[in-house]
């Protein structure tokens, strides 16, 4: 069930008894709709025939003024207007504040303990926050209190009934709210259209950043194997299928063994010997 719905409920049984009340008995009907419990809407009450007839009763007039200031007024009027009306009994006292508390959370979602200790006349925070937990049992409010920073922390609230002469006023907060909402939703309109935007720009930039990154480690990558391939021994393609150090080994030992012939050359002193021919000084020696 919606808040407020039930209270609404409550005063059916006060609209059927005001058909039939006039006079003094619709007064006393006054007297129990706002002392009665759970009852916190008079709206209707207040458009019965018989009850607007009070109104210019001289001596019951002050009981539709009563009804009045329980449908859209607060306790700070009472006080201000005590005089001209029935006094209060302690019910409707306190349902004058807890109405009170539900237009002050209308107006502002914090309310200062400091401001609601003298609106309301409570002597001490602990009965301000007695009356703040009923409030919110008989569901005419929705809230937390916070003890620590000393204020009462408005959810939601139930609606009061509306004082004639201020639907227009009404209307024109509400266009006022409606112009304001359609302006901060175009902004965040905008917003969200320069992050877009800004989004699918850093991804292309990604993209073309990632593009060259790859397209320059290949080319690190190629030249490191270039430089190791230039840097690798050559392989020989002779027939010996030597590698360049193998064939200078073996040039090397070639000029040694050449040397060693110029050594046994020189020691023999440079004669050649024909070893298959006789010496010239023997010929014919040894011969039978």
């Not at 609404?8 to 003094?24: D, I, Q, R, T």
């Not at 080319?219 to 020989?236: F, G, L, M, T, W």
């Not at 040694?256 to 020189?266: H, L, P």
């Amino acid at each position: 069930m919606e808040m407020g719905t039930q209270h609404v409920a409550k005063l059916e049984p006060f609209l059927l008894m005001s058909k039939a009340a006039k006079g003094a008995a619709a007064a006393k009907l006054i007297q129990d709709a706002t002392s009665a419990a759970g009852v916190f809407v008079f709206g209707e009450l207040l458009e019965q025939p018989n009850i607007q007839e009070l109104a210019g009763n001289e001596q019951h007039s002050r009981f539709y003024s009563l009804l009045q200031l329980f449908a859209y007024k607060t306790y700070e009027d009472y006080t201000q207007h005590k005089d001209a009306l029935p006094p209060l009994n302690d019910a409707q006292t306190i349902k004058l504040k807890q109405l009170t508390l539900v237009s002050l959370a209308q107006d502002s979602r914090i309310l200062p303990y400091k401001d609601l200790l003298r609106v309301l006349d409570m002597p001490t925070v602990r009965e301000l926050e007695d009356l703040i937990i009923d409030a919110i049992y008989l569901d005419i409010v929705r809230g937390k209190l916070d003890q620590k920073e000393g204020q009462f922390e408005v959810e939601y609230t139930m609606g009061r009934d509306l004082e004639p002469g201020k639907l227009e006023q009404l209307l024109l907060s509400l266009q006022n709210w409606a112009s304001t909402t359609a302006a901060v939703l175009a902004t965040l309109d905008d917003k969200l259209a320069q992050l877009s935007t800004r989004s699918v720009t850093a991804k292309t930039m990604k993209e073309d950043y990632d593009k060259r990154y790859q397209a320059t480690l290949r080319e690190v990558v190629d030249k490191q194997k270039e430089a190791r391939n230039a840097n690798r021994p050559q392989v020989s393609t002779g027939r010996t299928g030597m590698t360049p150090a193998g064939q200078r080994e073996l040039e090397k030992e070639q000029e040694r063994r050449r040397q060693r012939e110029r050594e046994n050359f020189n020691e023999n002193g440079g004669d050649s010997m024909d070893v298959d021919g006789p010496a010239e000084g023997s010929k014919g020696k040894g011969r039978k």
